[in-house]
């Protein structure tokens, strides 16, 4: 028998959704399990007990019980509607906005966890646990928790963010406090002299900025390379002085530099699109990339520090005579003692030998890849290239410091179990150091900050670099320890034994089981069949994150550290990349059809995972998939791999996991939502297919039924379409296996880079990719209703419709060329025919979209009749309105025939409720991006109230503006 679960039949998406935002939206105050290490694909912990929770509780759960156990102790939606209120009218309401504490902060009560357990002790399994968010709030629930991954240095995350503090609490933090601090003091007296003091009194130094640096080709002058040389939003700068020497020739040639304070004094940058510039004046030749990476990959390209950051402290007094310790951050050029590179190189070659002997730094080559290649291609064949000389030497003695006091520990008989645990975290926070002190770190001019190496999901190679003043008190290691001092506190107060009144509501002493495993999740042997209550995971996306390439970044240093603690976790020399379920092209290099040899082997091992899930599933179990990726192939595979696995998919929830713009429209399209699938093992598999046509109007009414409750939950844009997936994917799974009753016409075959090829076309296939395409056009058919009156019967013409619904569903001027494709597919219109080159341009991957200036600047407007598209007819008139004025425009119409036309009407009124409004009638100045597409706003919106007042309504959207327009 099949008991029906909670997340089936309800699930407070709005509720959860804002929430999830609200978690992360602060980053100072992140979950400690967000900043404890790196990891490139984490839910929200609300999210993930959202997920968890209603997974395991019966359908006739009462909701209130529910959300106090979510820790929902308030109304987050009027929350939120107060909060969007006062944020217009220019008020900040602050953090007691909600009313009540965040609620990842609610530690599940005794009498909350004996409820979700009524009947017995319930089992959550994920599968690809990764950072570690779903089987920690798992536990927190007080269920038996099993959390597996295939990569170590996820597995290691996930000990140290649950195992370890429910297992040690107090003690271990006790333990760590003794260890960390020890451990900074050795290796900053080590590192004594490495780092120069500040000159001056009062002053200490805050970091170093470095550009890299090549010969040129042409005058032997050193380049360092930059693409500009800002330092602050202030104007604060760097001016390039070039010192020719003898001329070109001479090889002593270099630059030193000048801070200045505005940008009209900063030099220009010396690197754009690749290729550099020499700002030697008697030489100011380019040099092309290709010069560039060869000089890389011979071992030529240099650094130069070209700026300090230093702090200066100041000190002033309150009212009432305080004295009050400030420290204000300062710029300068640097000096011959700062740039001590030669006295740095001797001491690494001193220590080198040593260190390979002993295995204390990584020496492992980068292997080719999908992310790893954009560092080969600029010289970092090994691990440690990715390090200047300075950061690989402070990174050494890290390590050589780490192993003395472990082995001294040992010899001493005094690595206890609770010991060994303060040394894996000593070895994270060491990760952390890493993550902020390699060659890829950068310097953001706006908040005056460094980004750390993997604020994206590659090795993108930075022509500029920051280094942290790693050894100055204060600073770099007492950062480390502190950072990773205070996510133990928090996760113990989470998950462990401590006194009450610590930090978070106080959690009692968990008794359910906790099991951490590291292996494929197709191949789970240490778990029973049918011995799991619920799966709950959040596979990999696809071709979205290459997580072993990344985290070999990790792996050889862990490998040398906490490998020392758990060496079982390190037996291979890097991460196991062909175990893992993406993806990954590079794999198949070389071939024809790469991607979609990739695509398939994604698809293979996804099913492997989920057959092996429904293997321990128990006969009522069920699986819940959080999954989120705009990329509708990833879908298509995804659904696949459920279906063959044997699930059918009974319930579908789209949740808010990201924040979202302002009001101020972007450039970039970006996905917020996380969509949840509910599965169940299929029962007795129907005999015959049946044919998508008969399924198909089943497809398109469950999204009809559904995309009115989604977006009153607050799912717009391209999250609508996302959501939509969910309903038709559960029509589509009920009757698979499907095939078609009439062939399909075969597909314009689009032509493909590296050799990739389609797979030979079968006209009777049916795809999960069909129900996707069938939820679009529902959903555009949804909204296109919703942003035009009733009052013109007409239909949209496809140009229109795509222009109009680009802007509804993305939100900005670019968007993937792909999901342009598919947008293009559900209005019946010709992507490559009818829209780029008329309506919008190809810039690599990316399609953006053109304003009416643009188009007519072009000539690719179509006559103002609009025979070709109406968006044609409104183009025109936009922008003659924009050059000759209203009477004009409406005289253009008039002329073409088109003004009274309901069609042009009826595209009006839809295109004033998805264009960014003008700053004339919004009150908010539009971001550059889309300041253009604001002019056609204006222009229109211009139109309308004078030609069409009586007949078409103000723009729904600008309502978000008025309360704001009224105050002013």
């Known amino acids: 028998m099949t008991t029906t679960r909670l997340i089936e039949r309800w699930l407070p998406i709005a509720e959860v959704g804002i929430e999830s935002v609200r978690e992360r939206i602060l980053p100072t105050a992140m979950p400690a399990v967000n900043y404890l290490h790196v990891w490139w ?5 609300t999210a993930s007990r959202a997920a968890v929770l209603a997974s395991v509780l019966p359908e006739d759960t009462d909701h209130d ?4 156990m979510m820790g929902i102790h308030g109304d987050p939606i009027a929350a939120r509607h107060r909060i969007e209120k006062a944020n217009r009218a220019g008020e900040r309401l602050g953090a007691a906005a909600y009313g009540y504490n965040r609620a990842f902060l609610h530690n599940p009560t005794g009498e909350e966890k004996a409820a979700i357990n009524a009947d017995r002790d319930l089992v959550v399994l994920d599968p690809t646990a990764g950072g570690g968010a779903i089987p920690f709030e798992a536990h927190r629930l007080g269920l038996s928790t099993i959390a597996n991954d295939l990569n170590p240095v996820a597995t290691i995350i996930e000990t140290a963010t649950l195992e370890y503090p429910s297992k040690f609490g107090q003690s271990l933090f006790d333990e760590y406090q003794q260890l960390g601090p020890e451990w900074a003091k050795q290796v900053r007296d080590r590192l004594d002299g490495v780092f120069p003091k500040e000159p001056e009194d009062d002053c200490k130094t805050d970091g170093y900025l470095w550009a890299r640096t090549i010969s040129c080709p042409y005058c032997d002058g050193t380049i360092p390379l ?6 602050a939003g202030d104007g604060t700068g760097v001016r390039l002085v070039p010192h020719v020497g003898t001329g070109p020739g001479d090889k002593s040639r270099r630059c030193s530099f000048e801070i200045v304070g505005s940008v009209g004094s900063q030099s220009e940058g010396t690197v754009a699109s690749g290729d550099a510039s020499c700002p030697f004046p008697d030489c100011g030749r380019a040099i092309p990339g290709d010069e560039i990476k060869r000089q890389a990959q011979e071992g030529e390209l240099g650094d130069q520090l070209f700026t300090v950051i230093y702090k200066r402290k100041t000190t002033t007094k309150t009212k009432t005579g305080k004295v009050r310790v400030k420290w204000v951050r300062f710029y300068r050029a640097p000096t011959q003692s700062d740039e001590s590179t030669q006295t740095i190189e001797d001491l690494l070659a001193e220590r080198l030998p040593g260190w390979e002997a002993m295995d204390v730094i990584p020496t492992e080559p980068i292997p080719a890849g999908s992310k790893t290649d954009e560092a080969l291609r600029y010289g970092a064949n090994t691990w440690r290239d990715l390090f200047s000389p300075r950061q690989l030497l402070v990174h050494g003695v890290c390590v050589e410091v780490f192993r003395e006091m472990l082995e001294k520990d040992r010899a001493a008989n005094a690595l206890t179990d609770v010991r060994k645990a303060a040394y ?8 952390k150091l890493r993550d902020y002190n390699a060659r890829m770190t950068r310097w953001h001019v706006k908040r005056e900050t460094m980004v750390n190496t993997f604020d994206r999901h590659d090795f993108a190679f930075k022509w500029s670099y920051a280094e942290m003043a790693i050894a100055m008190e204060g600073q770099g290691f007492d950062w480390a320890i502190k950072n990773t001092t205070k996510a133990m506190k928090e996760l113990i107060g989470m998950v462990g034994h401590h006194k009450r009144g610590d930090l978070l509501d106080s959690a009692e002493p968990a008794n359910a089981s906790i099991k951490i495993t590291n292996g494929s999740g197709a191949s789970m042997p240490h778990i029973p069949d049918k011995s799991v209550d619920a799966v709950v995971m959040d596979p990999p996306y696809g071709a979205n994150v290459m997580y072993a390439e990344l985290s070999d970044f990790f792996y050889v240093w862990l490998k040398r550290t906490a490998g020392l603690v758990v060496p079982e976790l390190f037996t291979r020399r890097l991460a196991d990349k062909d175990a893992e379920a993406v993806a990954n092209k590079a794999h198949f290099k070389g071939q024809k059809g790469m991607a979609r040899l990739a695509d398939d082997d994604y698809r293979v091992k996804m099913e492997g995972i989920f057959a092996e899930c429904r293997r321990v599933l128990r006969d009522d179990g069920i699986m819940t998939v959080m999954f989120t990726h705009k990329d509708t192939g990833a879908w298509d595979a995804l659904a696949m791999s459920l279906m063959d696995a044997g699930f059918v998919i009974t319930a579908s929830w789209p949740v808010n996991t990201e924040a979202s713009g302002s009001l101020h429209i972007k450039d970039k399209a970006a996905a917020n939502s996380t969509i949840f699938l509910v599965c169940r093992p299929r029962g007795e598999a129907q005999e015959e297919a049946m044919y998508w046509e008969d399924v198909e109007p089943e497809v398109a009414k469950a999204v009809r039924s559904r995309v009115g409750e989604f977006q009153e939950a607050g799912i717009q844009g391209v999250d609508l379409y996302l959501a939509s997936f969910g309903p038709a994917l559960e029509a589509f799974s009920r009757h698979w296996p499907l095939t078609r009753g009439t062939p399909a016409p075969e597909p314009k075959r689009k032509r493909r880079s590296q050799g990739d090829m389609f797979e030979e076309f079968d006209p009777y296939a049916v795809r999960p990719e069909d129900a996707l395409n069938a939820a679009r056009r529902e959903v555009k058919a949804w909204r296109l209703a919703q942003l035009a009156s009733a009052k013109a019967q007409a239909d949209m013409d496809g140009p229109t419709a795509f222009y109009v619904l680009a802007w509804d569903s993305f939100k900005a001027v670019s968007f993937p060329y792909d999901e342009a494709l598919r947008l293009a597919r559900a209005v019946g219109v010709d992507l490559e025919d009818q829209i780029i080159g008329r309506l919008a341009e190809k810039k690599t991957s990316q399609v953006k979209l053109w304003d009416s ?10 006559p103002a009749d609009g025979k070709r598209g109406m968006i044609d007819a409104l183009h025109h008139a936009a922008n003659t309105l924009r050059i000759r004025g209203a009477d004009a425009a409406v005289e253009m119409l008039e002329a073409a025939g088109i003004g009274q036309d309901d069609e042009f009407k009826v595209a009006l009124e839809a295109l004033l409720e998805v264009l960014p409004p003008s700053k004339t009638f919004s009150g908010i100045e539009a971001d550059k991006a889309v300041k253009p597409a604001a002019d056609d706003f204006d222009a229109l919106e211009k139109l ?13 959207q600008l309502d978000l503006y008025r309360e704001l327009l009224a105050e002013k």
């Open 853 to 862: 200036a643009t188009r007519v600047a072009k000539g690719a407007i179509g």
């Open 65 to 68: 019980a529910f959300m106090q």
């Open 944 to 956: 309308r109230r004078i030609a069409y007042e009586n007949e078409i309504d103000e723009p729904q």
């Open 41 to 45: 694909a984490r839910r929200p912990l």
């Open 226 to 231: 930059s693409p500009n040389w800002r330092l």
């Open 424 to 431: 894996v975290y000593l070895a994270l926070g060491m990760d």
